[in-house]
């Protein structure tokens, strides 16, 4: 059974840093992209990023570019993001959610998790 | 970067009623598009993927057609578990946008 759980969300004050984990289980982590989807409160989703399955390649929306990283420790079947310069608009419930190819574009996603809440206030 | 467009932004059907909802991209995307279905207060859901296969174990009453730049996601008879928003979302390239979502309301 295919697991994702965040953990690492908080509240964080405006400028501030925090770093996102997503543990995985139960599919071969290093064969898939990941991404992390937000939502802000009783907004929609907006897609944040996502990484290839090896970590060649990472793609990020535009609001975050140059703010937010991501990256895999594929020995640990964890994926990360790194949040810097945080602003109120950040704030959300993030997740992440494994795709169903190792491309991190041009790939659905199938699984997500429960999802942690990032308040920058 | 390709805008995602879903129409209506809400509505709202008695059960047994046929619902569509529509995605417009701003740019062709071939069938890269997916529908995935978010219930109040839970995770989201993938329903539909490559524009009009249906994920496993999702009913049939639920139907995505479509390619290019318009999409339709179709409840053939809306059922009260069907209350939820429903989101498209283009996976051709980067960045991998959503649309606005679609919340449907049992009248």
């Known amino acids: 059974e295919v697991q994702l759980l965040e953990s690492g969300g908080g509240l964080v004050q405006p400028g501030g840093s925090l770093r996102l984990s997503c543990a995985a289980s139960?599919?071969?982590?290093?064969?898939?992209?990941m991404s992390w989807v937000r939502q802000a409160p009783g907004k929609g989703l907006e897609w944040v990023s996502a990484?290839?399955?090896?970590?060649?390649?990472?793609y990020y929306a535009d609001s975050v570019k140059g703010r937010f990283t991501v990256s895999r420790d594929n020995s640990k079947s964890t994926l990360y993001l790194q949040m810097n310069s945080l602003r109120a608009e950040d704030t959300a419930v993030y997740y992440c959610?494994?795709?169903?190819?190792?491309?991190?574009?041009?790939?659905?996603?199938?699984?997500w998790g429960q999802g942690t809440l990032v308040t920058v206030s | 970067d390709i805008q995602m467009t879903q129409s209506p932004s809400s509505l709202s059907a008695s059960v047994g009623d046929r619902v569509t909802i529509t995605c417009r991209a701003s740019?062709?995307?071939?069938?890269?598009l997916a529908w995935y279905q978010q219930k109040p207060g839970k995770v989201p859901k993938l329903l539909i993927y490559?524009?009009?296969t249906l994920q496993s174990g999702v009913p049939s009453r639920f139907n995505g057609s479509g390619s290019g730049t318009d999409f339709t996601l179709t409840i053939s008879s809306l059922q009260p578990e069907d209350v939820a928003t429903y989101y498209c979302?283009?996976?051709?390239?980067?960045?991998?946008?959503f649309g606005g979502g679609t919340k449907v309301e049992i009248k």
């Open positions: 959610a494994k795709s169903v190819t190792q491309y991190g574009s041009g790939s659905y996603v199938d699984y």
């Open positions: 139960g599919f071969t982590f290093t064969s898939y992209a």
């Open positions: 990484i290839s399955g090896s970590a060649a390649a990472t």
């Open positions: 740019q062709g995307i071939s069938n890269y």
């Open positions: 490559d524009g009009s």
């Open positions: 979302q283009k996976y051709n390239s980067a960045p991998l946008t």
